[in-house]
């Protein structure tokens, strides 16, 4: 099933939907210019923090309510070996995704070993980790890049695997916003860019969507919006999409604002 959040559309995901899903992206994107930074920098001013505040697609899809602390596990650890490795196969056609992943593994124990992993870093749990976990490891990271290679395959466009998700700090707000992004596919008219998420999507995921668009605006350098936003949820066959227009940019910055409010009143109450 594919849901544009735009326009909405209903239909079972498949290869040749998502190649048309990438090829059918608009060509014209909306533009993020310095009056827009200095905006939204007020608005998130105007919301008091007492800490540097972090906010994400996740926070967003939570209404701001604080979840349990991260912690390293073979689940949440198999998307960065694992797209490490991919990047490495496609670097490398003759390597193989399980030679990949272990290649990736070995250069985090090696950064542990050589003491540069810092307390609570990737290579820092797996070089403390039992065989049989980092076995595990392997598994899921394995099984996550095949999946995403397999998504890149039915992509109609070159793509990529981004190197880092996207990272904006906003100006005087103590506020940094990240958004998640897995492949970037790239042509001579557009830019369109793909998140890969387990499990289904919430009621809230197409919010969670439209701040990541926004937030992955506002780290281009020229301010540019993808030509369009896609959610993948391979485990449940759903797929969320969403231009790169204003009016969504606009949602994704005031769902942004929203939850840092909502964060701000729920430290209120605990406080009482």
Same mark, same amino acid.
């Given at each position: 099933m594919v849901v544009v959040v735009t326009t909405l559309h209903h239909r079972r995901l498949t290869t040749e939907q998502l190649h048309d899903l990438v090829s059918g992206a608009p060509t014209e994107q909306a533009q993020l210019t310095d009056d827009h930074r200095t905006s939204l920098s007020a608005r998130f001013r105007a919301v008091s923090s007492p800490g540097h505040r972090r906010l994400d697609a996740w926070s967003v899809e939570q209404a701001g309510k604080g979840g349990s602390a991260f912690r390293w596990a073979p689940a949440t650890a198999r998307r960065v070996l694992g797209n490490g490795a991919l990047r490495r196969v496609e670097a490398t056609e003759s390597l193989s995704i399980i030679d990949a992943v272990r290649d990736e593994l070995a250069d985090q124990l090696l950064r542990a070993a050589s003491g540069y992993a810092r307390a609570g870093s990737?290579?820092?749990? =797996?070089?403390?980790?039992?065989?049989? &976990?980092?076995? #595990?490891?392997?598994s899921e990271a394995v099984n996550w890049a095949t999946q995403l290679h397999e998504i890149g395959q039915g992509l109609p466009s070159p793509w990529t695997v981004a190197t880092a998700d996207a990272y904006y700090d906003v100006a005087t707000a103590r506020t940094s916003l990240r958004a998640?992004? !897995?492949?970037? &596919? !790239?042509? !001579?008219?557009?830019?369109?860019?793909?998140?890969?998420?387990?499990?289904?999507?919430?009621?809230?995921?197409?919010?969670? #969507?439209?701040? !990541? =668009?926004?937030?992955?605006? =506002?780290?281009?350098?020229?301010? &540019?919006?993808?030509?369009?936003?896609?959610? #993948?949820?391979?485990?449940?066959?759903?797929? =969320?999409c969403v231009d790169g227009t204003m009016d969504d940019l606009r949602s994704g910055a005031r769902d942004l604002v929203r939850t840092a409010v909502a964060q701000r009143r729920q430290r209120t109450l605990l406080a009482a």
């Open positions: 990737l290579a820092y749990w =797996l070089a403390s980790s039992a065989h049989p &976990v980092l076995g #595990l490891v392997t998640r992004r !897995d492949l970037i &596919v !790239d042509n !001579d008219t557009s830019r369109v860019i793909v998140r890969v998420r387990a499990g289904a999507p919430g009621k809230s995921a197409g919010p969670g #969507l439209r701040a !990541d =668009l926004t937030i992955e605006t =506002l780290a281009n350098h020229d301010g &540019v919006a993808p030509a369009r936003f896609i959610g #993948l949820w391979p485990e449940a066959g759903v797929c =969320l």
